[in-house]
Nanobody, 119 residues
Framework: VQLQAFGGGLVQAGGSLRLSCAAS????????MSWYRQAPGNQRELVAT???????NYAESVKGRFTISRDNAKNTLYLQMNSLKAEDTAVYYC??????????????WGQGTLVTVSS
């Protein structure tokens, strides 16, 4: 099982980006999925979480600007980021709780995708 994140890049302040994260491999079920980010010199922080049923939770700093969503049929996670600010600059990581076909649950991380917001 692996997660692969896509969609990072360079954007001007006020702009938008959409991140994707695809889970692949011998997957039986995907439970909660999340986006984290880590800015230089800072600890990794939780950005947003979505349960399998679609319940969401956001960090205060991104509420009203970011939207997390998922496609359960494709085992894919998304993060729509609007009104981006310089302080959103970070490496963004996806995370998911996944059961493989041996019924073993694991906590998986994507490789990270860099988002740079220029002011």
């Amino acid at each position: 099982v692996q997660l692969q994140a896509f969609g990072g890049g360079l954007v001007q302040a006020g702009g938008s980006l959409r991140l994707s994260c695809a889970a692949s491999g011998s997957i039986l079920s995907v439970n909660t999925m999340s986006w984290y980010r880590q800015a230089p010199g800072n600890q990794r922080e939780l950005v947003a979480t979505i349960t399998r049923s679609g319940s969401t939770n956001y960090a205060e700093s991104v509420k009203g600007r970011f939207t997390i969503s998922r496609d359960n049929a494709k085992n894919t996670l998304y993060l729509q980021m609007n009104s981006l600010k310089a302080e959103d600059t970070a490496v963004y990581y996806c995370n998911a709780q996944i059961a493989d076909r041996a019924l073993k649950w694991g906590d998986y991380w994507g490789q990270g995708t860099l988002v740079t917001v220029s002011s």
